[in-house]
């Protein structure tokens, strides 16, 4: 039995204060509305109960920021695609900022586990004067647990409008692609951050963003296998491949950082569920 789970969560601004409302169907909905620095800002744990995603199981996540709010978004685990016997198992988020909103959506990663069939999708629509950070983690296989990513597929799709598209398909059998030194020369986590806005950065900000996310990874002990570059006038994307998640996350956490204070002037605060 297949599960198609969706949620709605609409987050407004109603006076001083940023509220979340959502609407759901199936296991997923939000645990908690937090609020950490205040009013403005209001924090969201996304949880699935089922913790994992099977052939022909769908998510679908619609976030809806509106003018003047300002929103965070979590979850509390990874998201787990597991072994198909054929049927593609789909996760589908689309966000979409009025003018003037902002988003953060910082979940942690997604497990693909050796013979997934996993579809992950994620469409960000953001009107002049929106602004997103976001970031979008995939581990193929669990290395640790001595069980290598060498059957099934993944494929990964980001977008912004008409302005950026990004859409690979990575399989268990391309040794090329998964162990080339053109490729990712044996690692397993890749990750992607990125700002995005409704219109375009222009120069100074982009290169400010740019120079502070290049300060963070020069320190870092991925600076070898990442980099940060500007596809579009209207993003700036951070990319990393690392051996494991956690080094990579570590790496994402602080550049997401050092944007909110450079971008936002807002302090590097971290969601709660970042210190369990």
Known sequence: MSWHARLHLD????????VGRFVHEGPLRVLQALYPEGDAICHNVLVHPPGGLVGGDVLEVHVHVGRGAHGVITTPGAARFYRSDGAAAMQHTRLVLADGARLEWLPHEALCYSGCVAENRLEMQVAAGGELIGWDLCALGLPAAG???????????????????????????????????????????LATLWFAAGTDLGRQRTEGALA????????????PTAAATSPHGQVVVVRVLAPLVEPAMELLRA??????????????????????
């Open 11 to 18: 987050l407004q601004r109603e006076g001083a204060r940023t």
């Open 147 to 189: 069980q290598p990513f060498e059957r099934g597929s993944v494929l990964q799709q980001l977008s912004l409008g008409d302005a950026w598209l990004e859409r690979g398909r990575v399989r268990g059998d391309d040794a090329a692609l998964l162990d080339g030194p053109l490729g990712f020369a044996g690692r397993r986590c």
């Open 212 to 223: 502070a996310a290049r300060e963070v990874i020069g320190a870092h002990g991925l600076a």
């Open 255 to 276: 550049v997401r950082d050092a944007w909110r204070v450079q971008l936002w002037a807002l302090p590097p605060v971290q969601p709660r569920l970042w210190a369990l």
